[in-house]
Nanobody
């Protein structure tokens, strides 16, 4: 099975909130940095947020800084993305990924989930 499984996506109105979760499946990710990426129709996959293996460092895209918060629970091999003040521009398929560093580049991540859809209505 896939190593990471996202959940928590759905339909929300502009200004609303959602919490996405990503749980490890079949392996331990406590020593990995974990990140969130998203891809909207017709656009390239883009970086959203990342967190170091111990939670000591976080990294956010400018477009979500101040609105989204990434956190992790290593005991449960789970990473979260708390999304507030959602905008229509946030509509995308959200992927979580695991890698060695909490960078903002796709190539820095070795493991990927299947994605969870977030749709923000205007």
């Amino acid at each position: 099975q896939v190593p990471l499984v996202e959940s928590g996506g759905g339909l929300v109105q502009t200004g609303g909130s959602l919490r996405l979760s990503c749980a490890a499946s079949g392996r331990t990710f406590s020593s990995y940095a974990l990140g969130w990426f998203r891809q909207a129709p017709g656009k390239e996959r883009e970086f959203v947020a990342a967190i170091s293996w111990n939670g000591g460092a976080t990294n956010y895209a400018d477009s979500v800084k101040g609105r989204f918060t990434i956190s992790r629970d290593n005991a449960n091999n789970t990473v979260y993305l708390h999304m507030n003040s959602l905008k229509s521009e946030d509509t995308a398929l959200y992927y979580c990924a695991g890698g060695r560093t909490p960078g903002g580049e796709i190539y820095e991540y070795r493991y990927w989930g299947q994605g969870t859809q977030v749709t923000v209505s205007s």
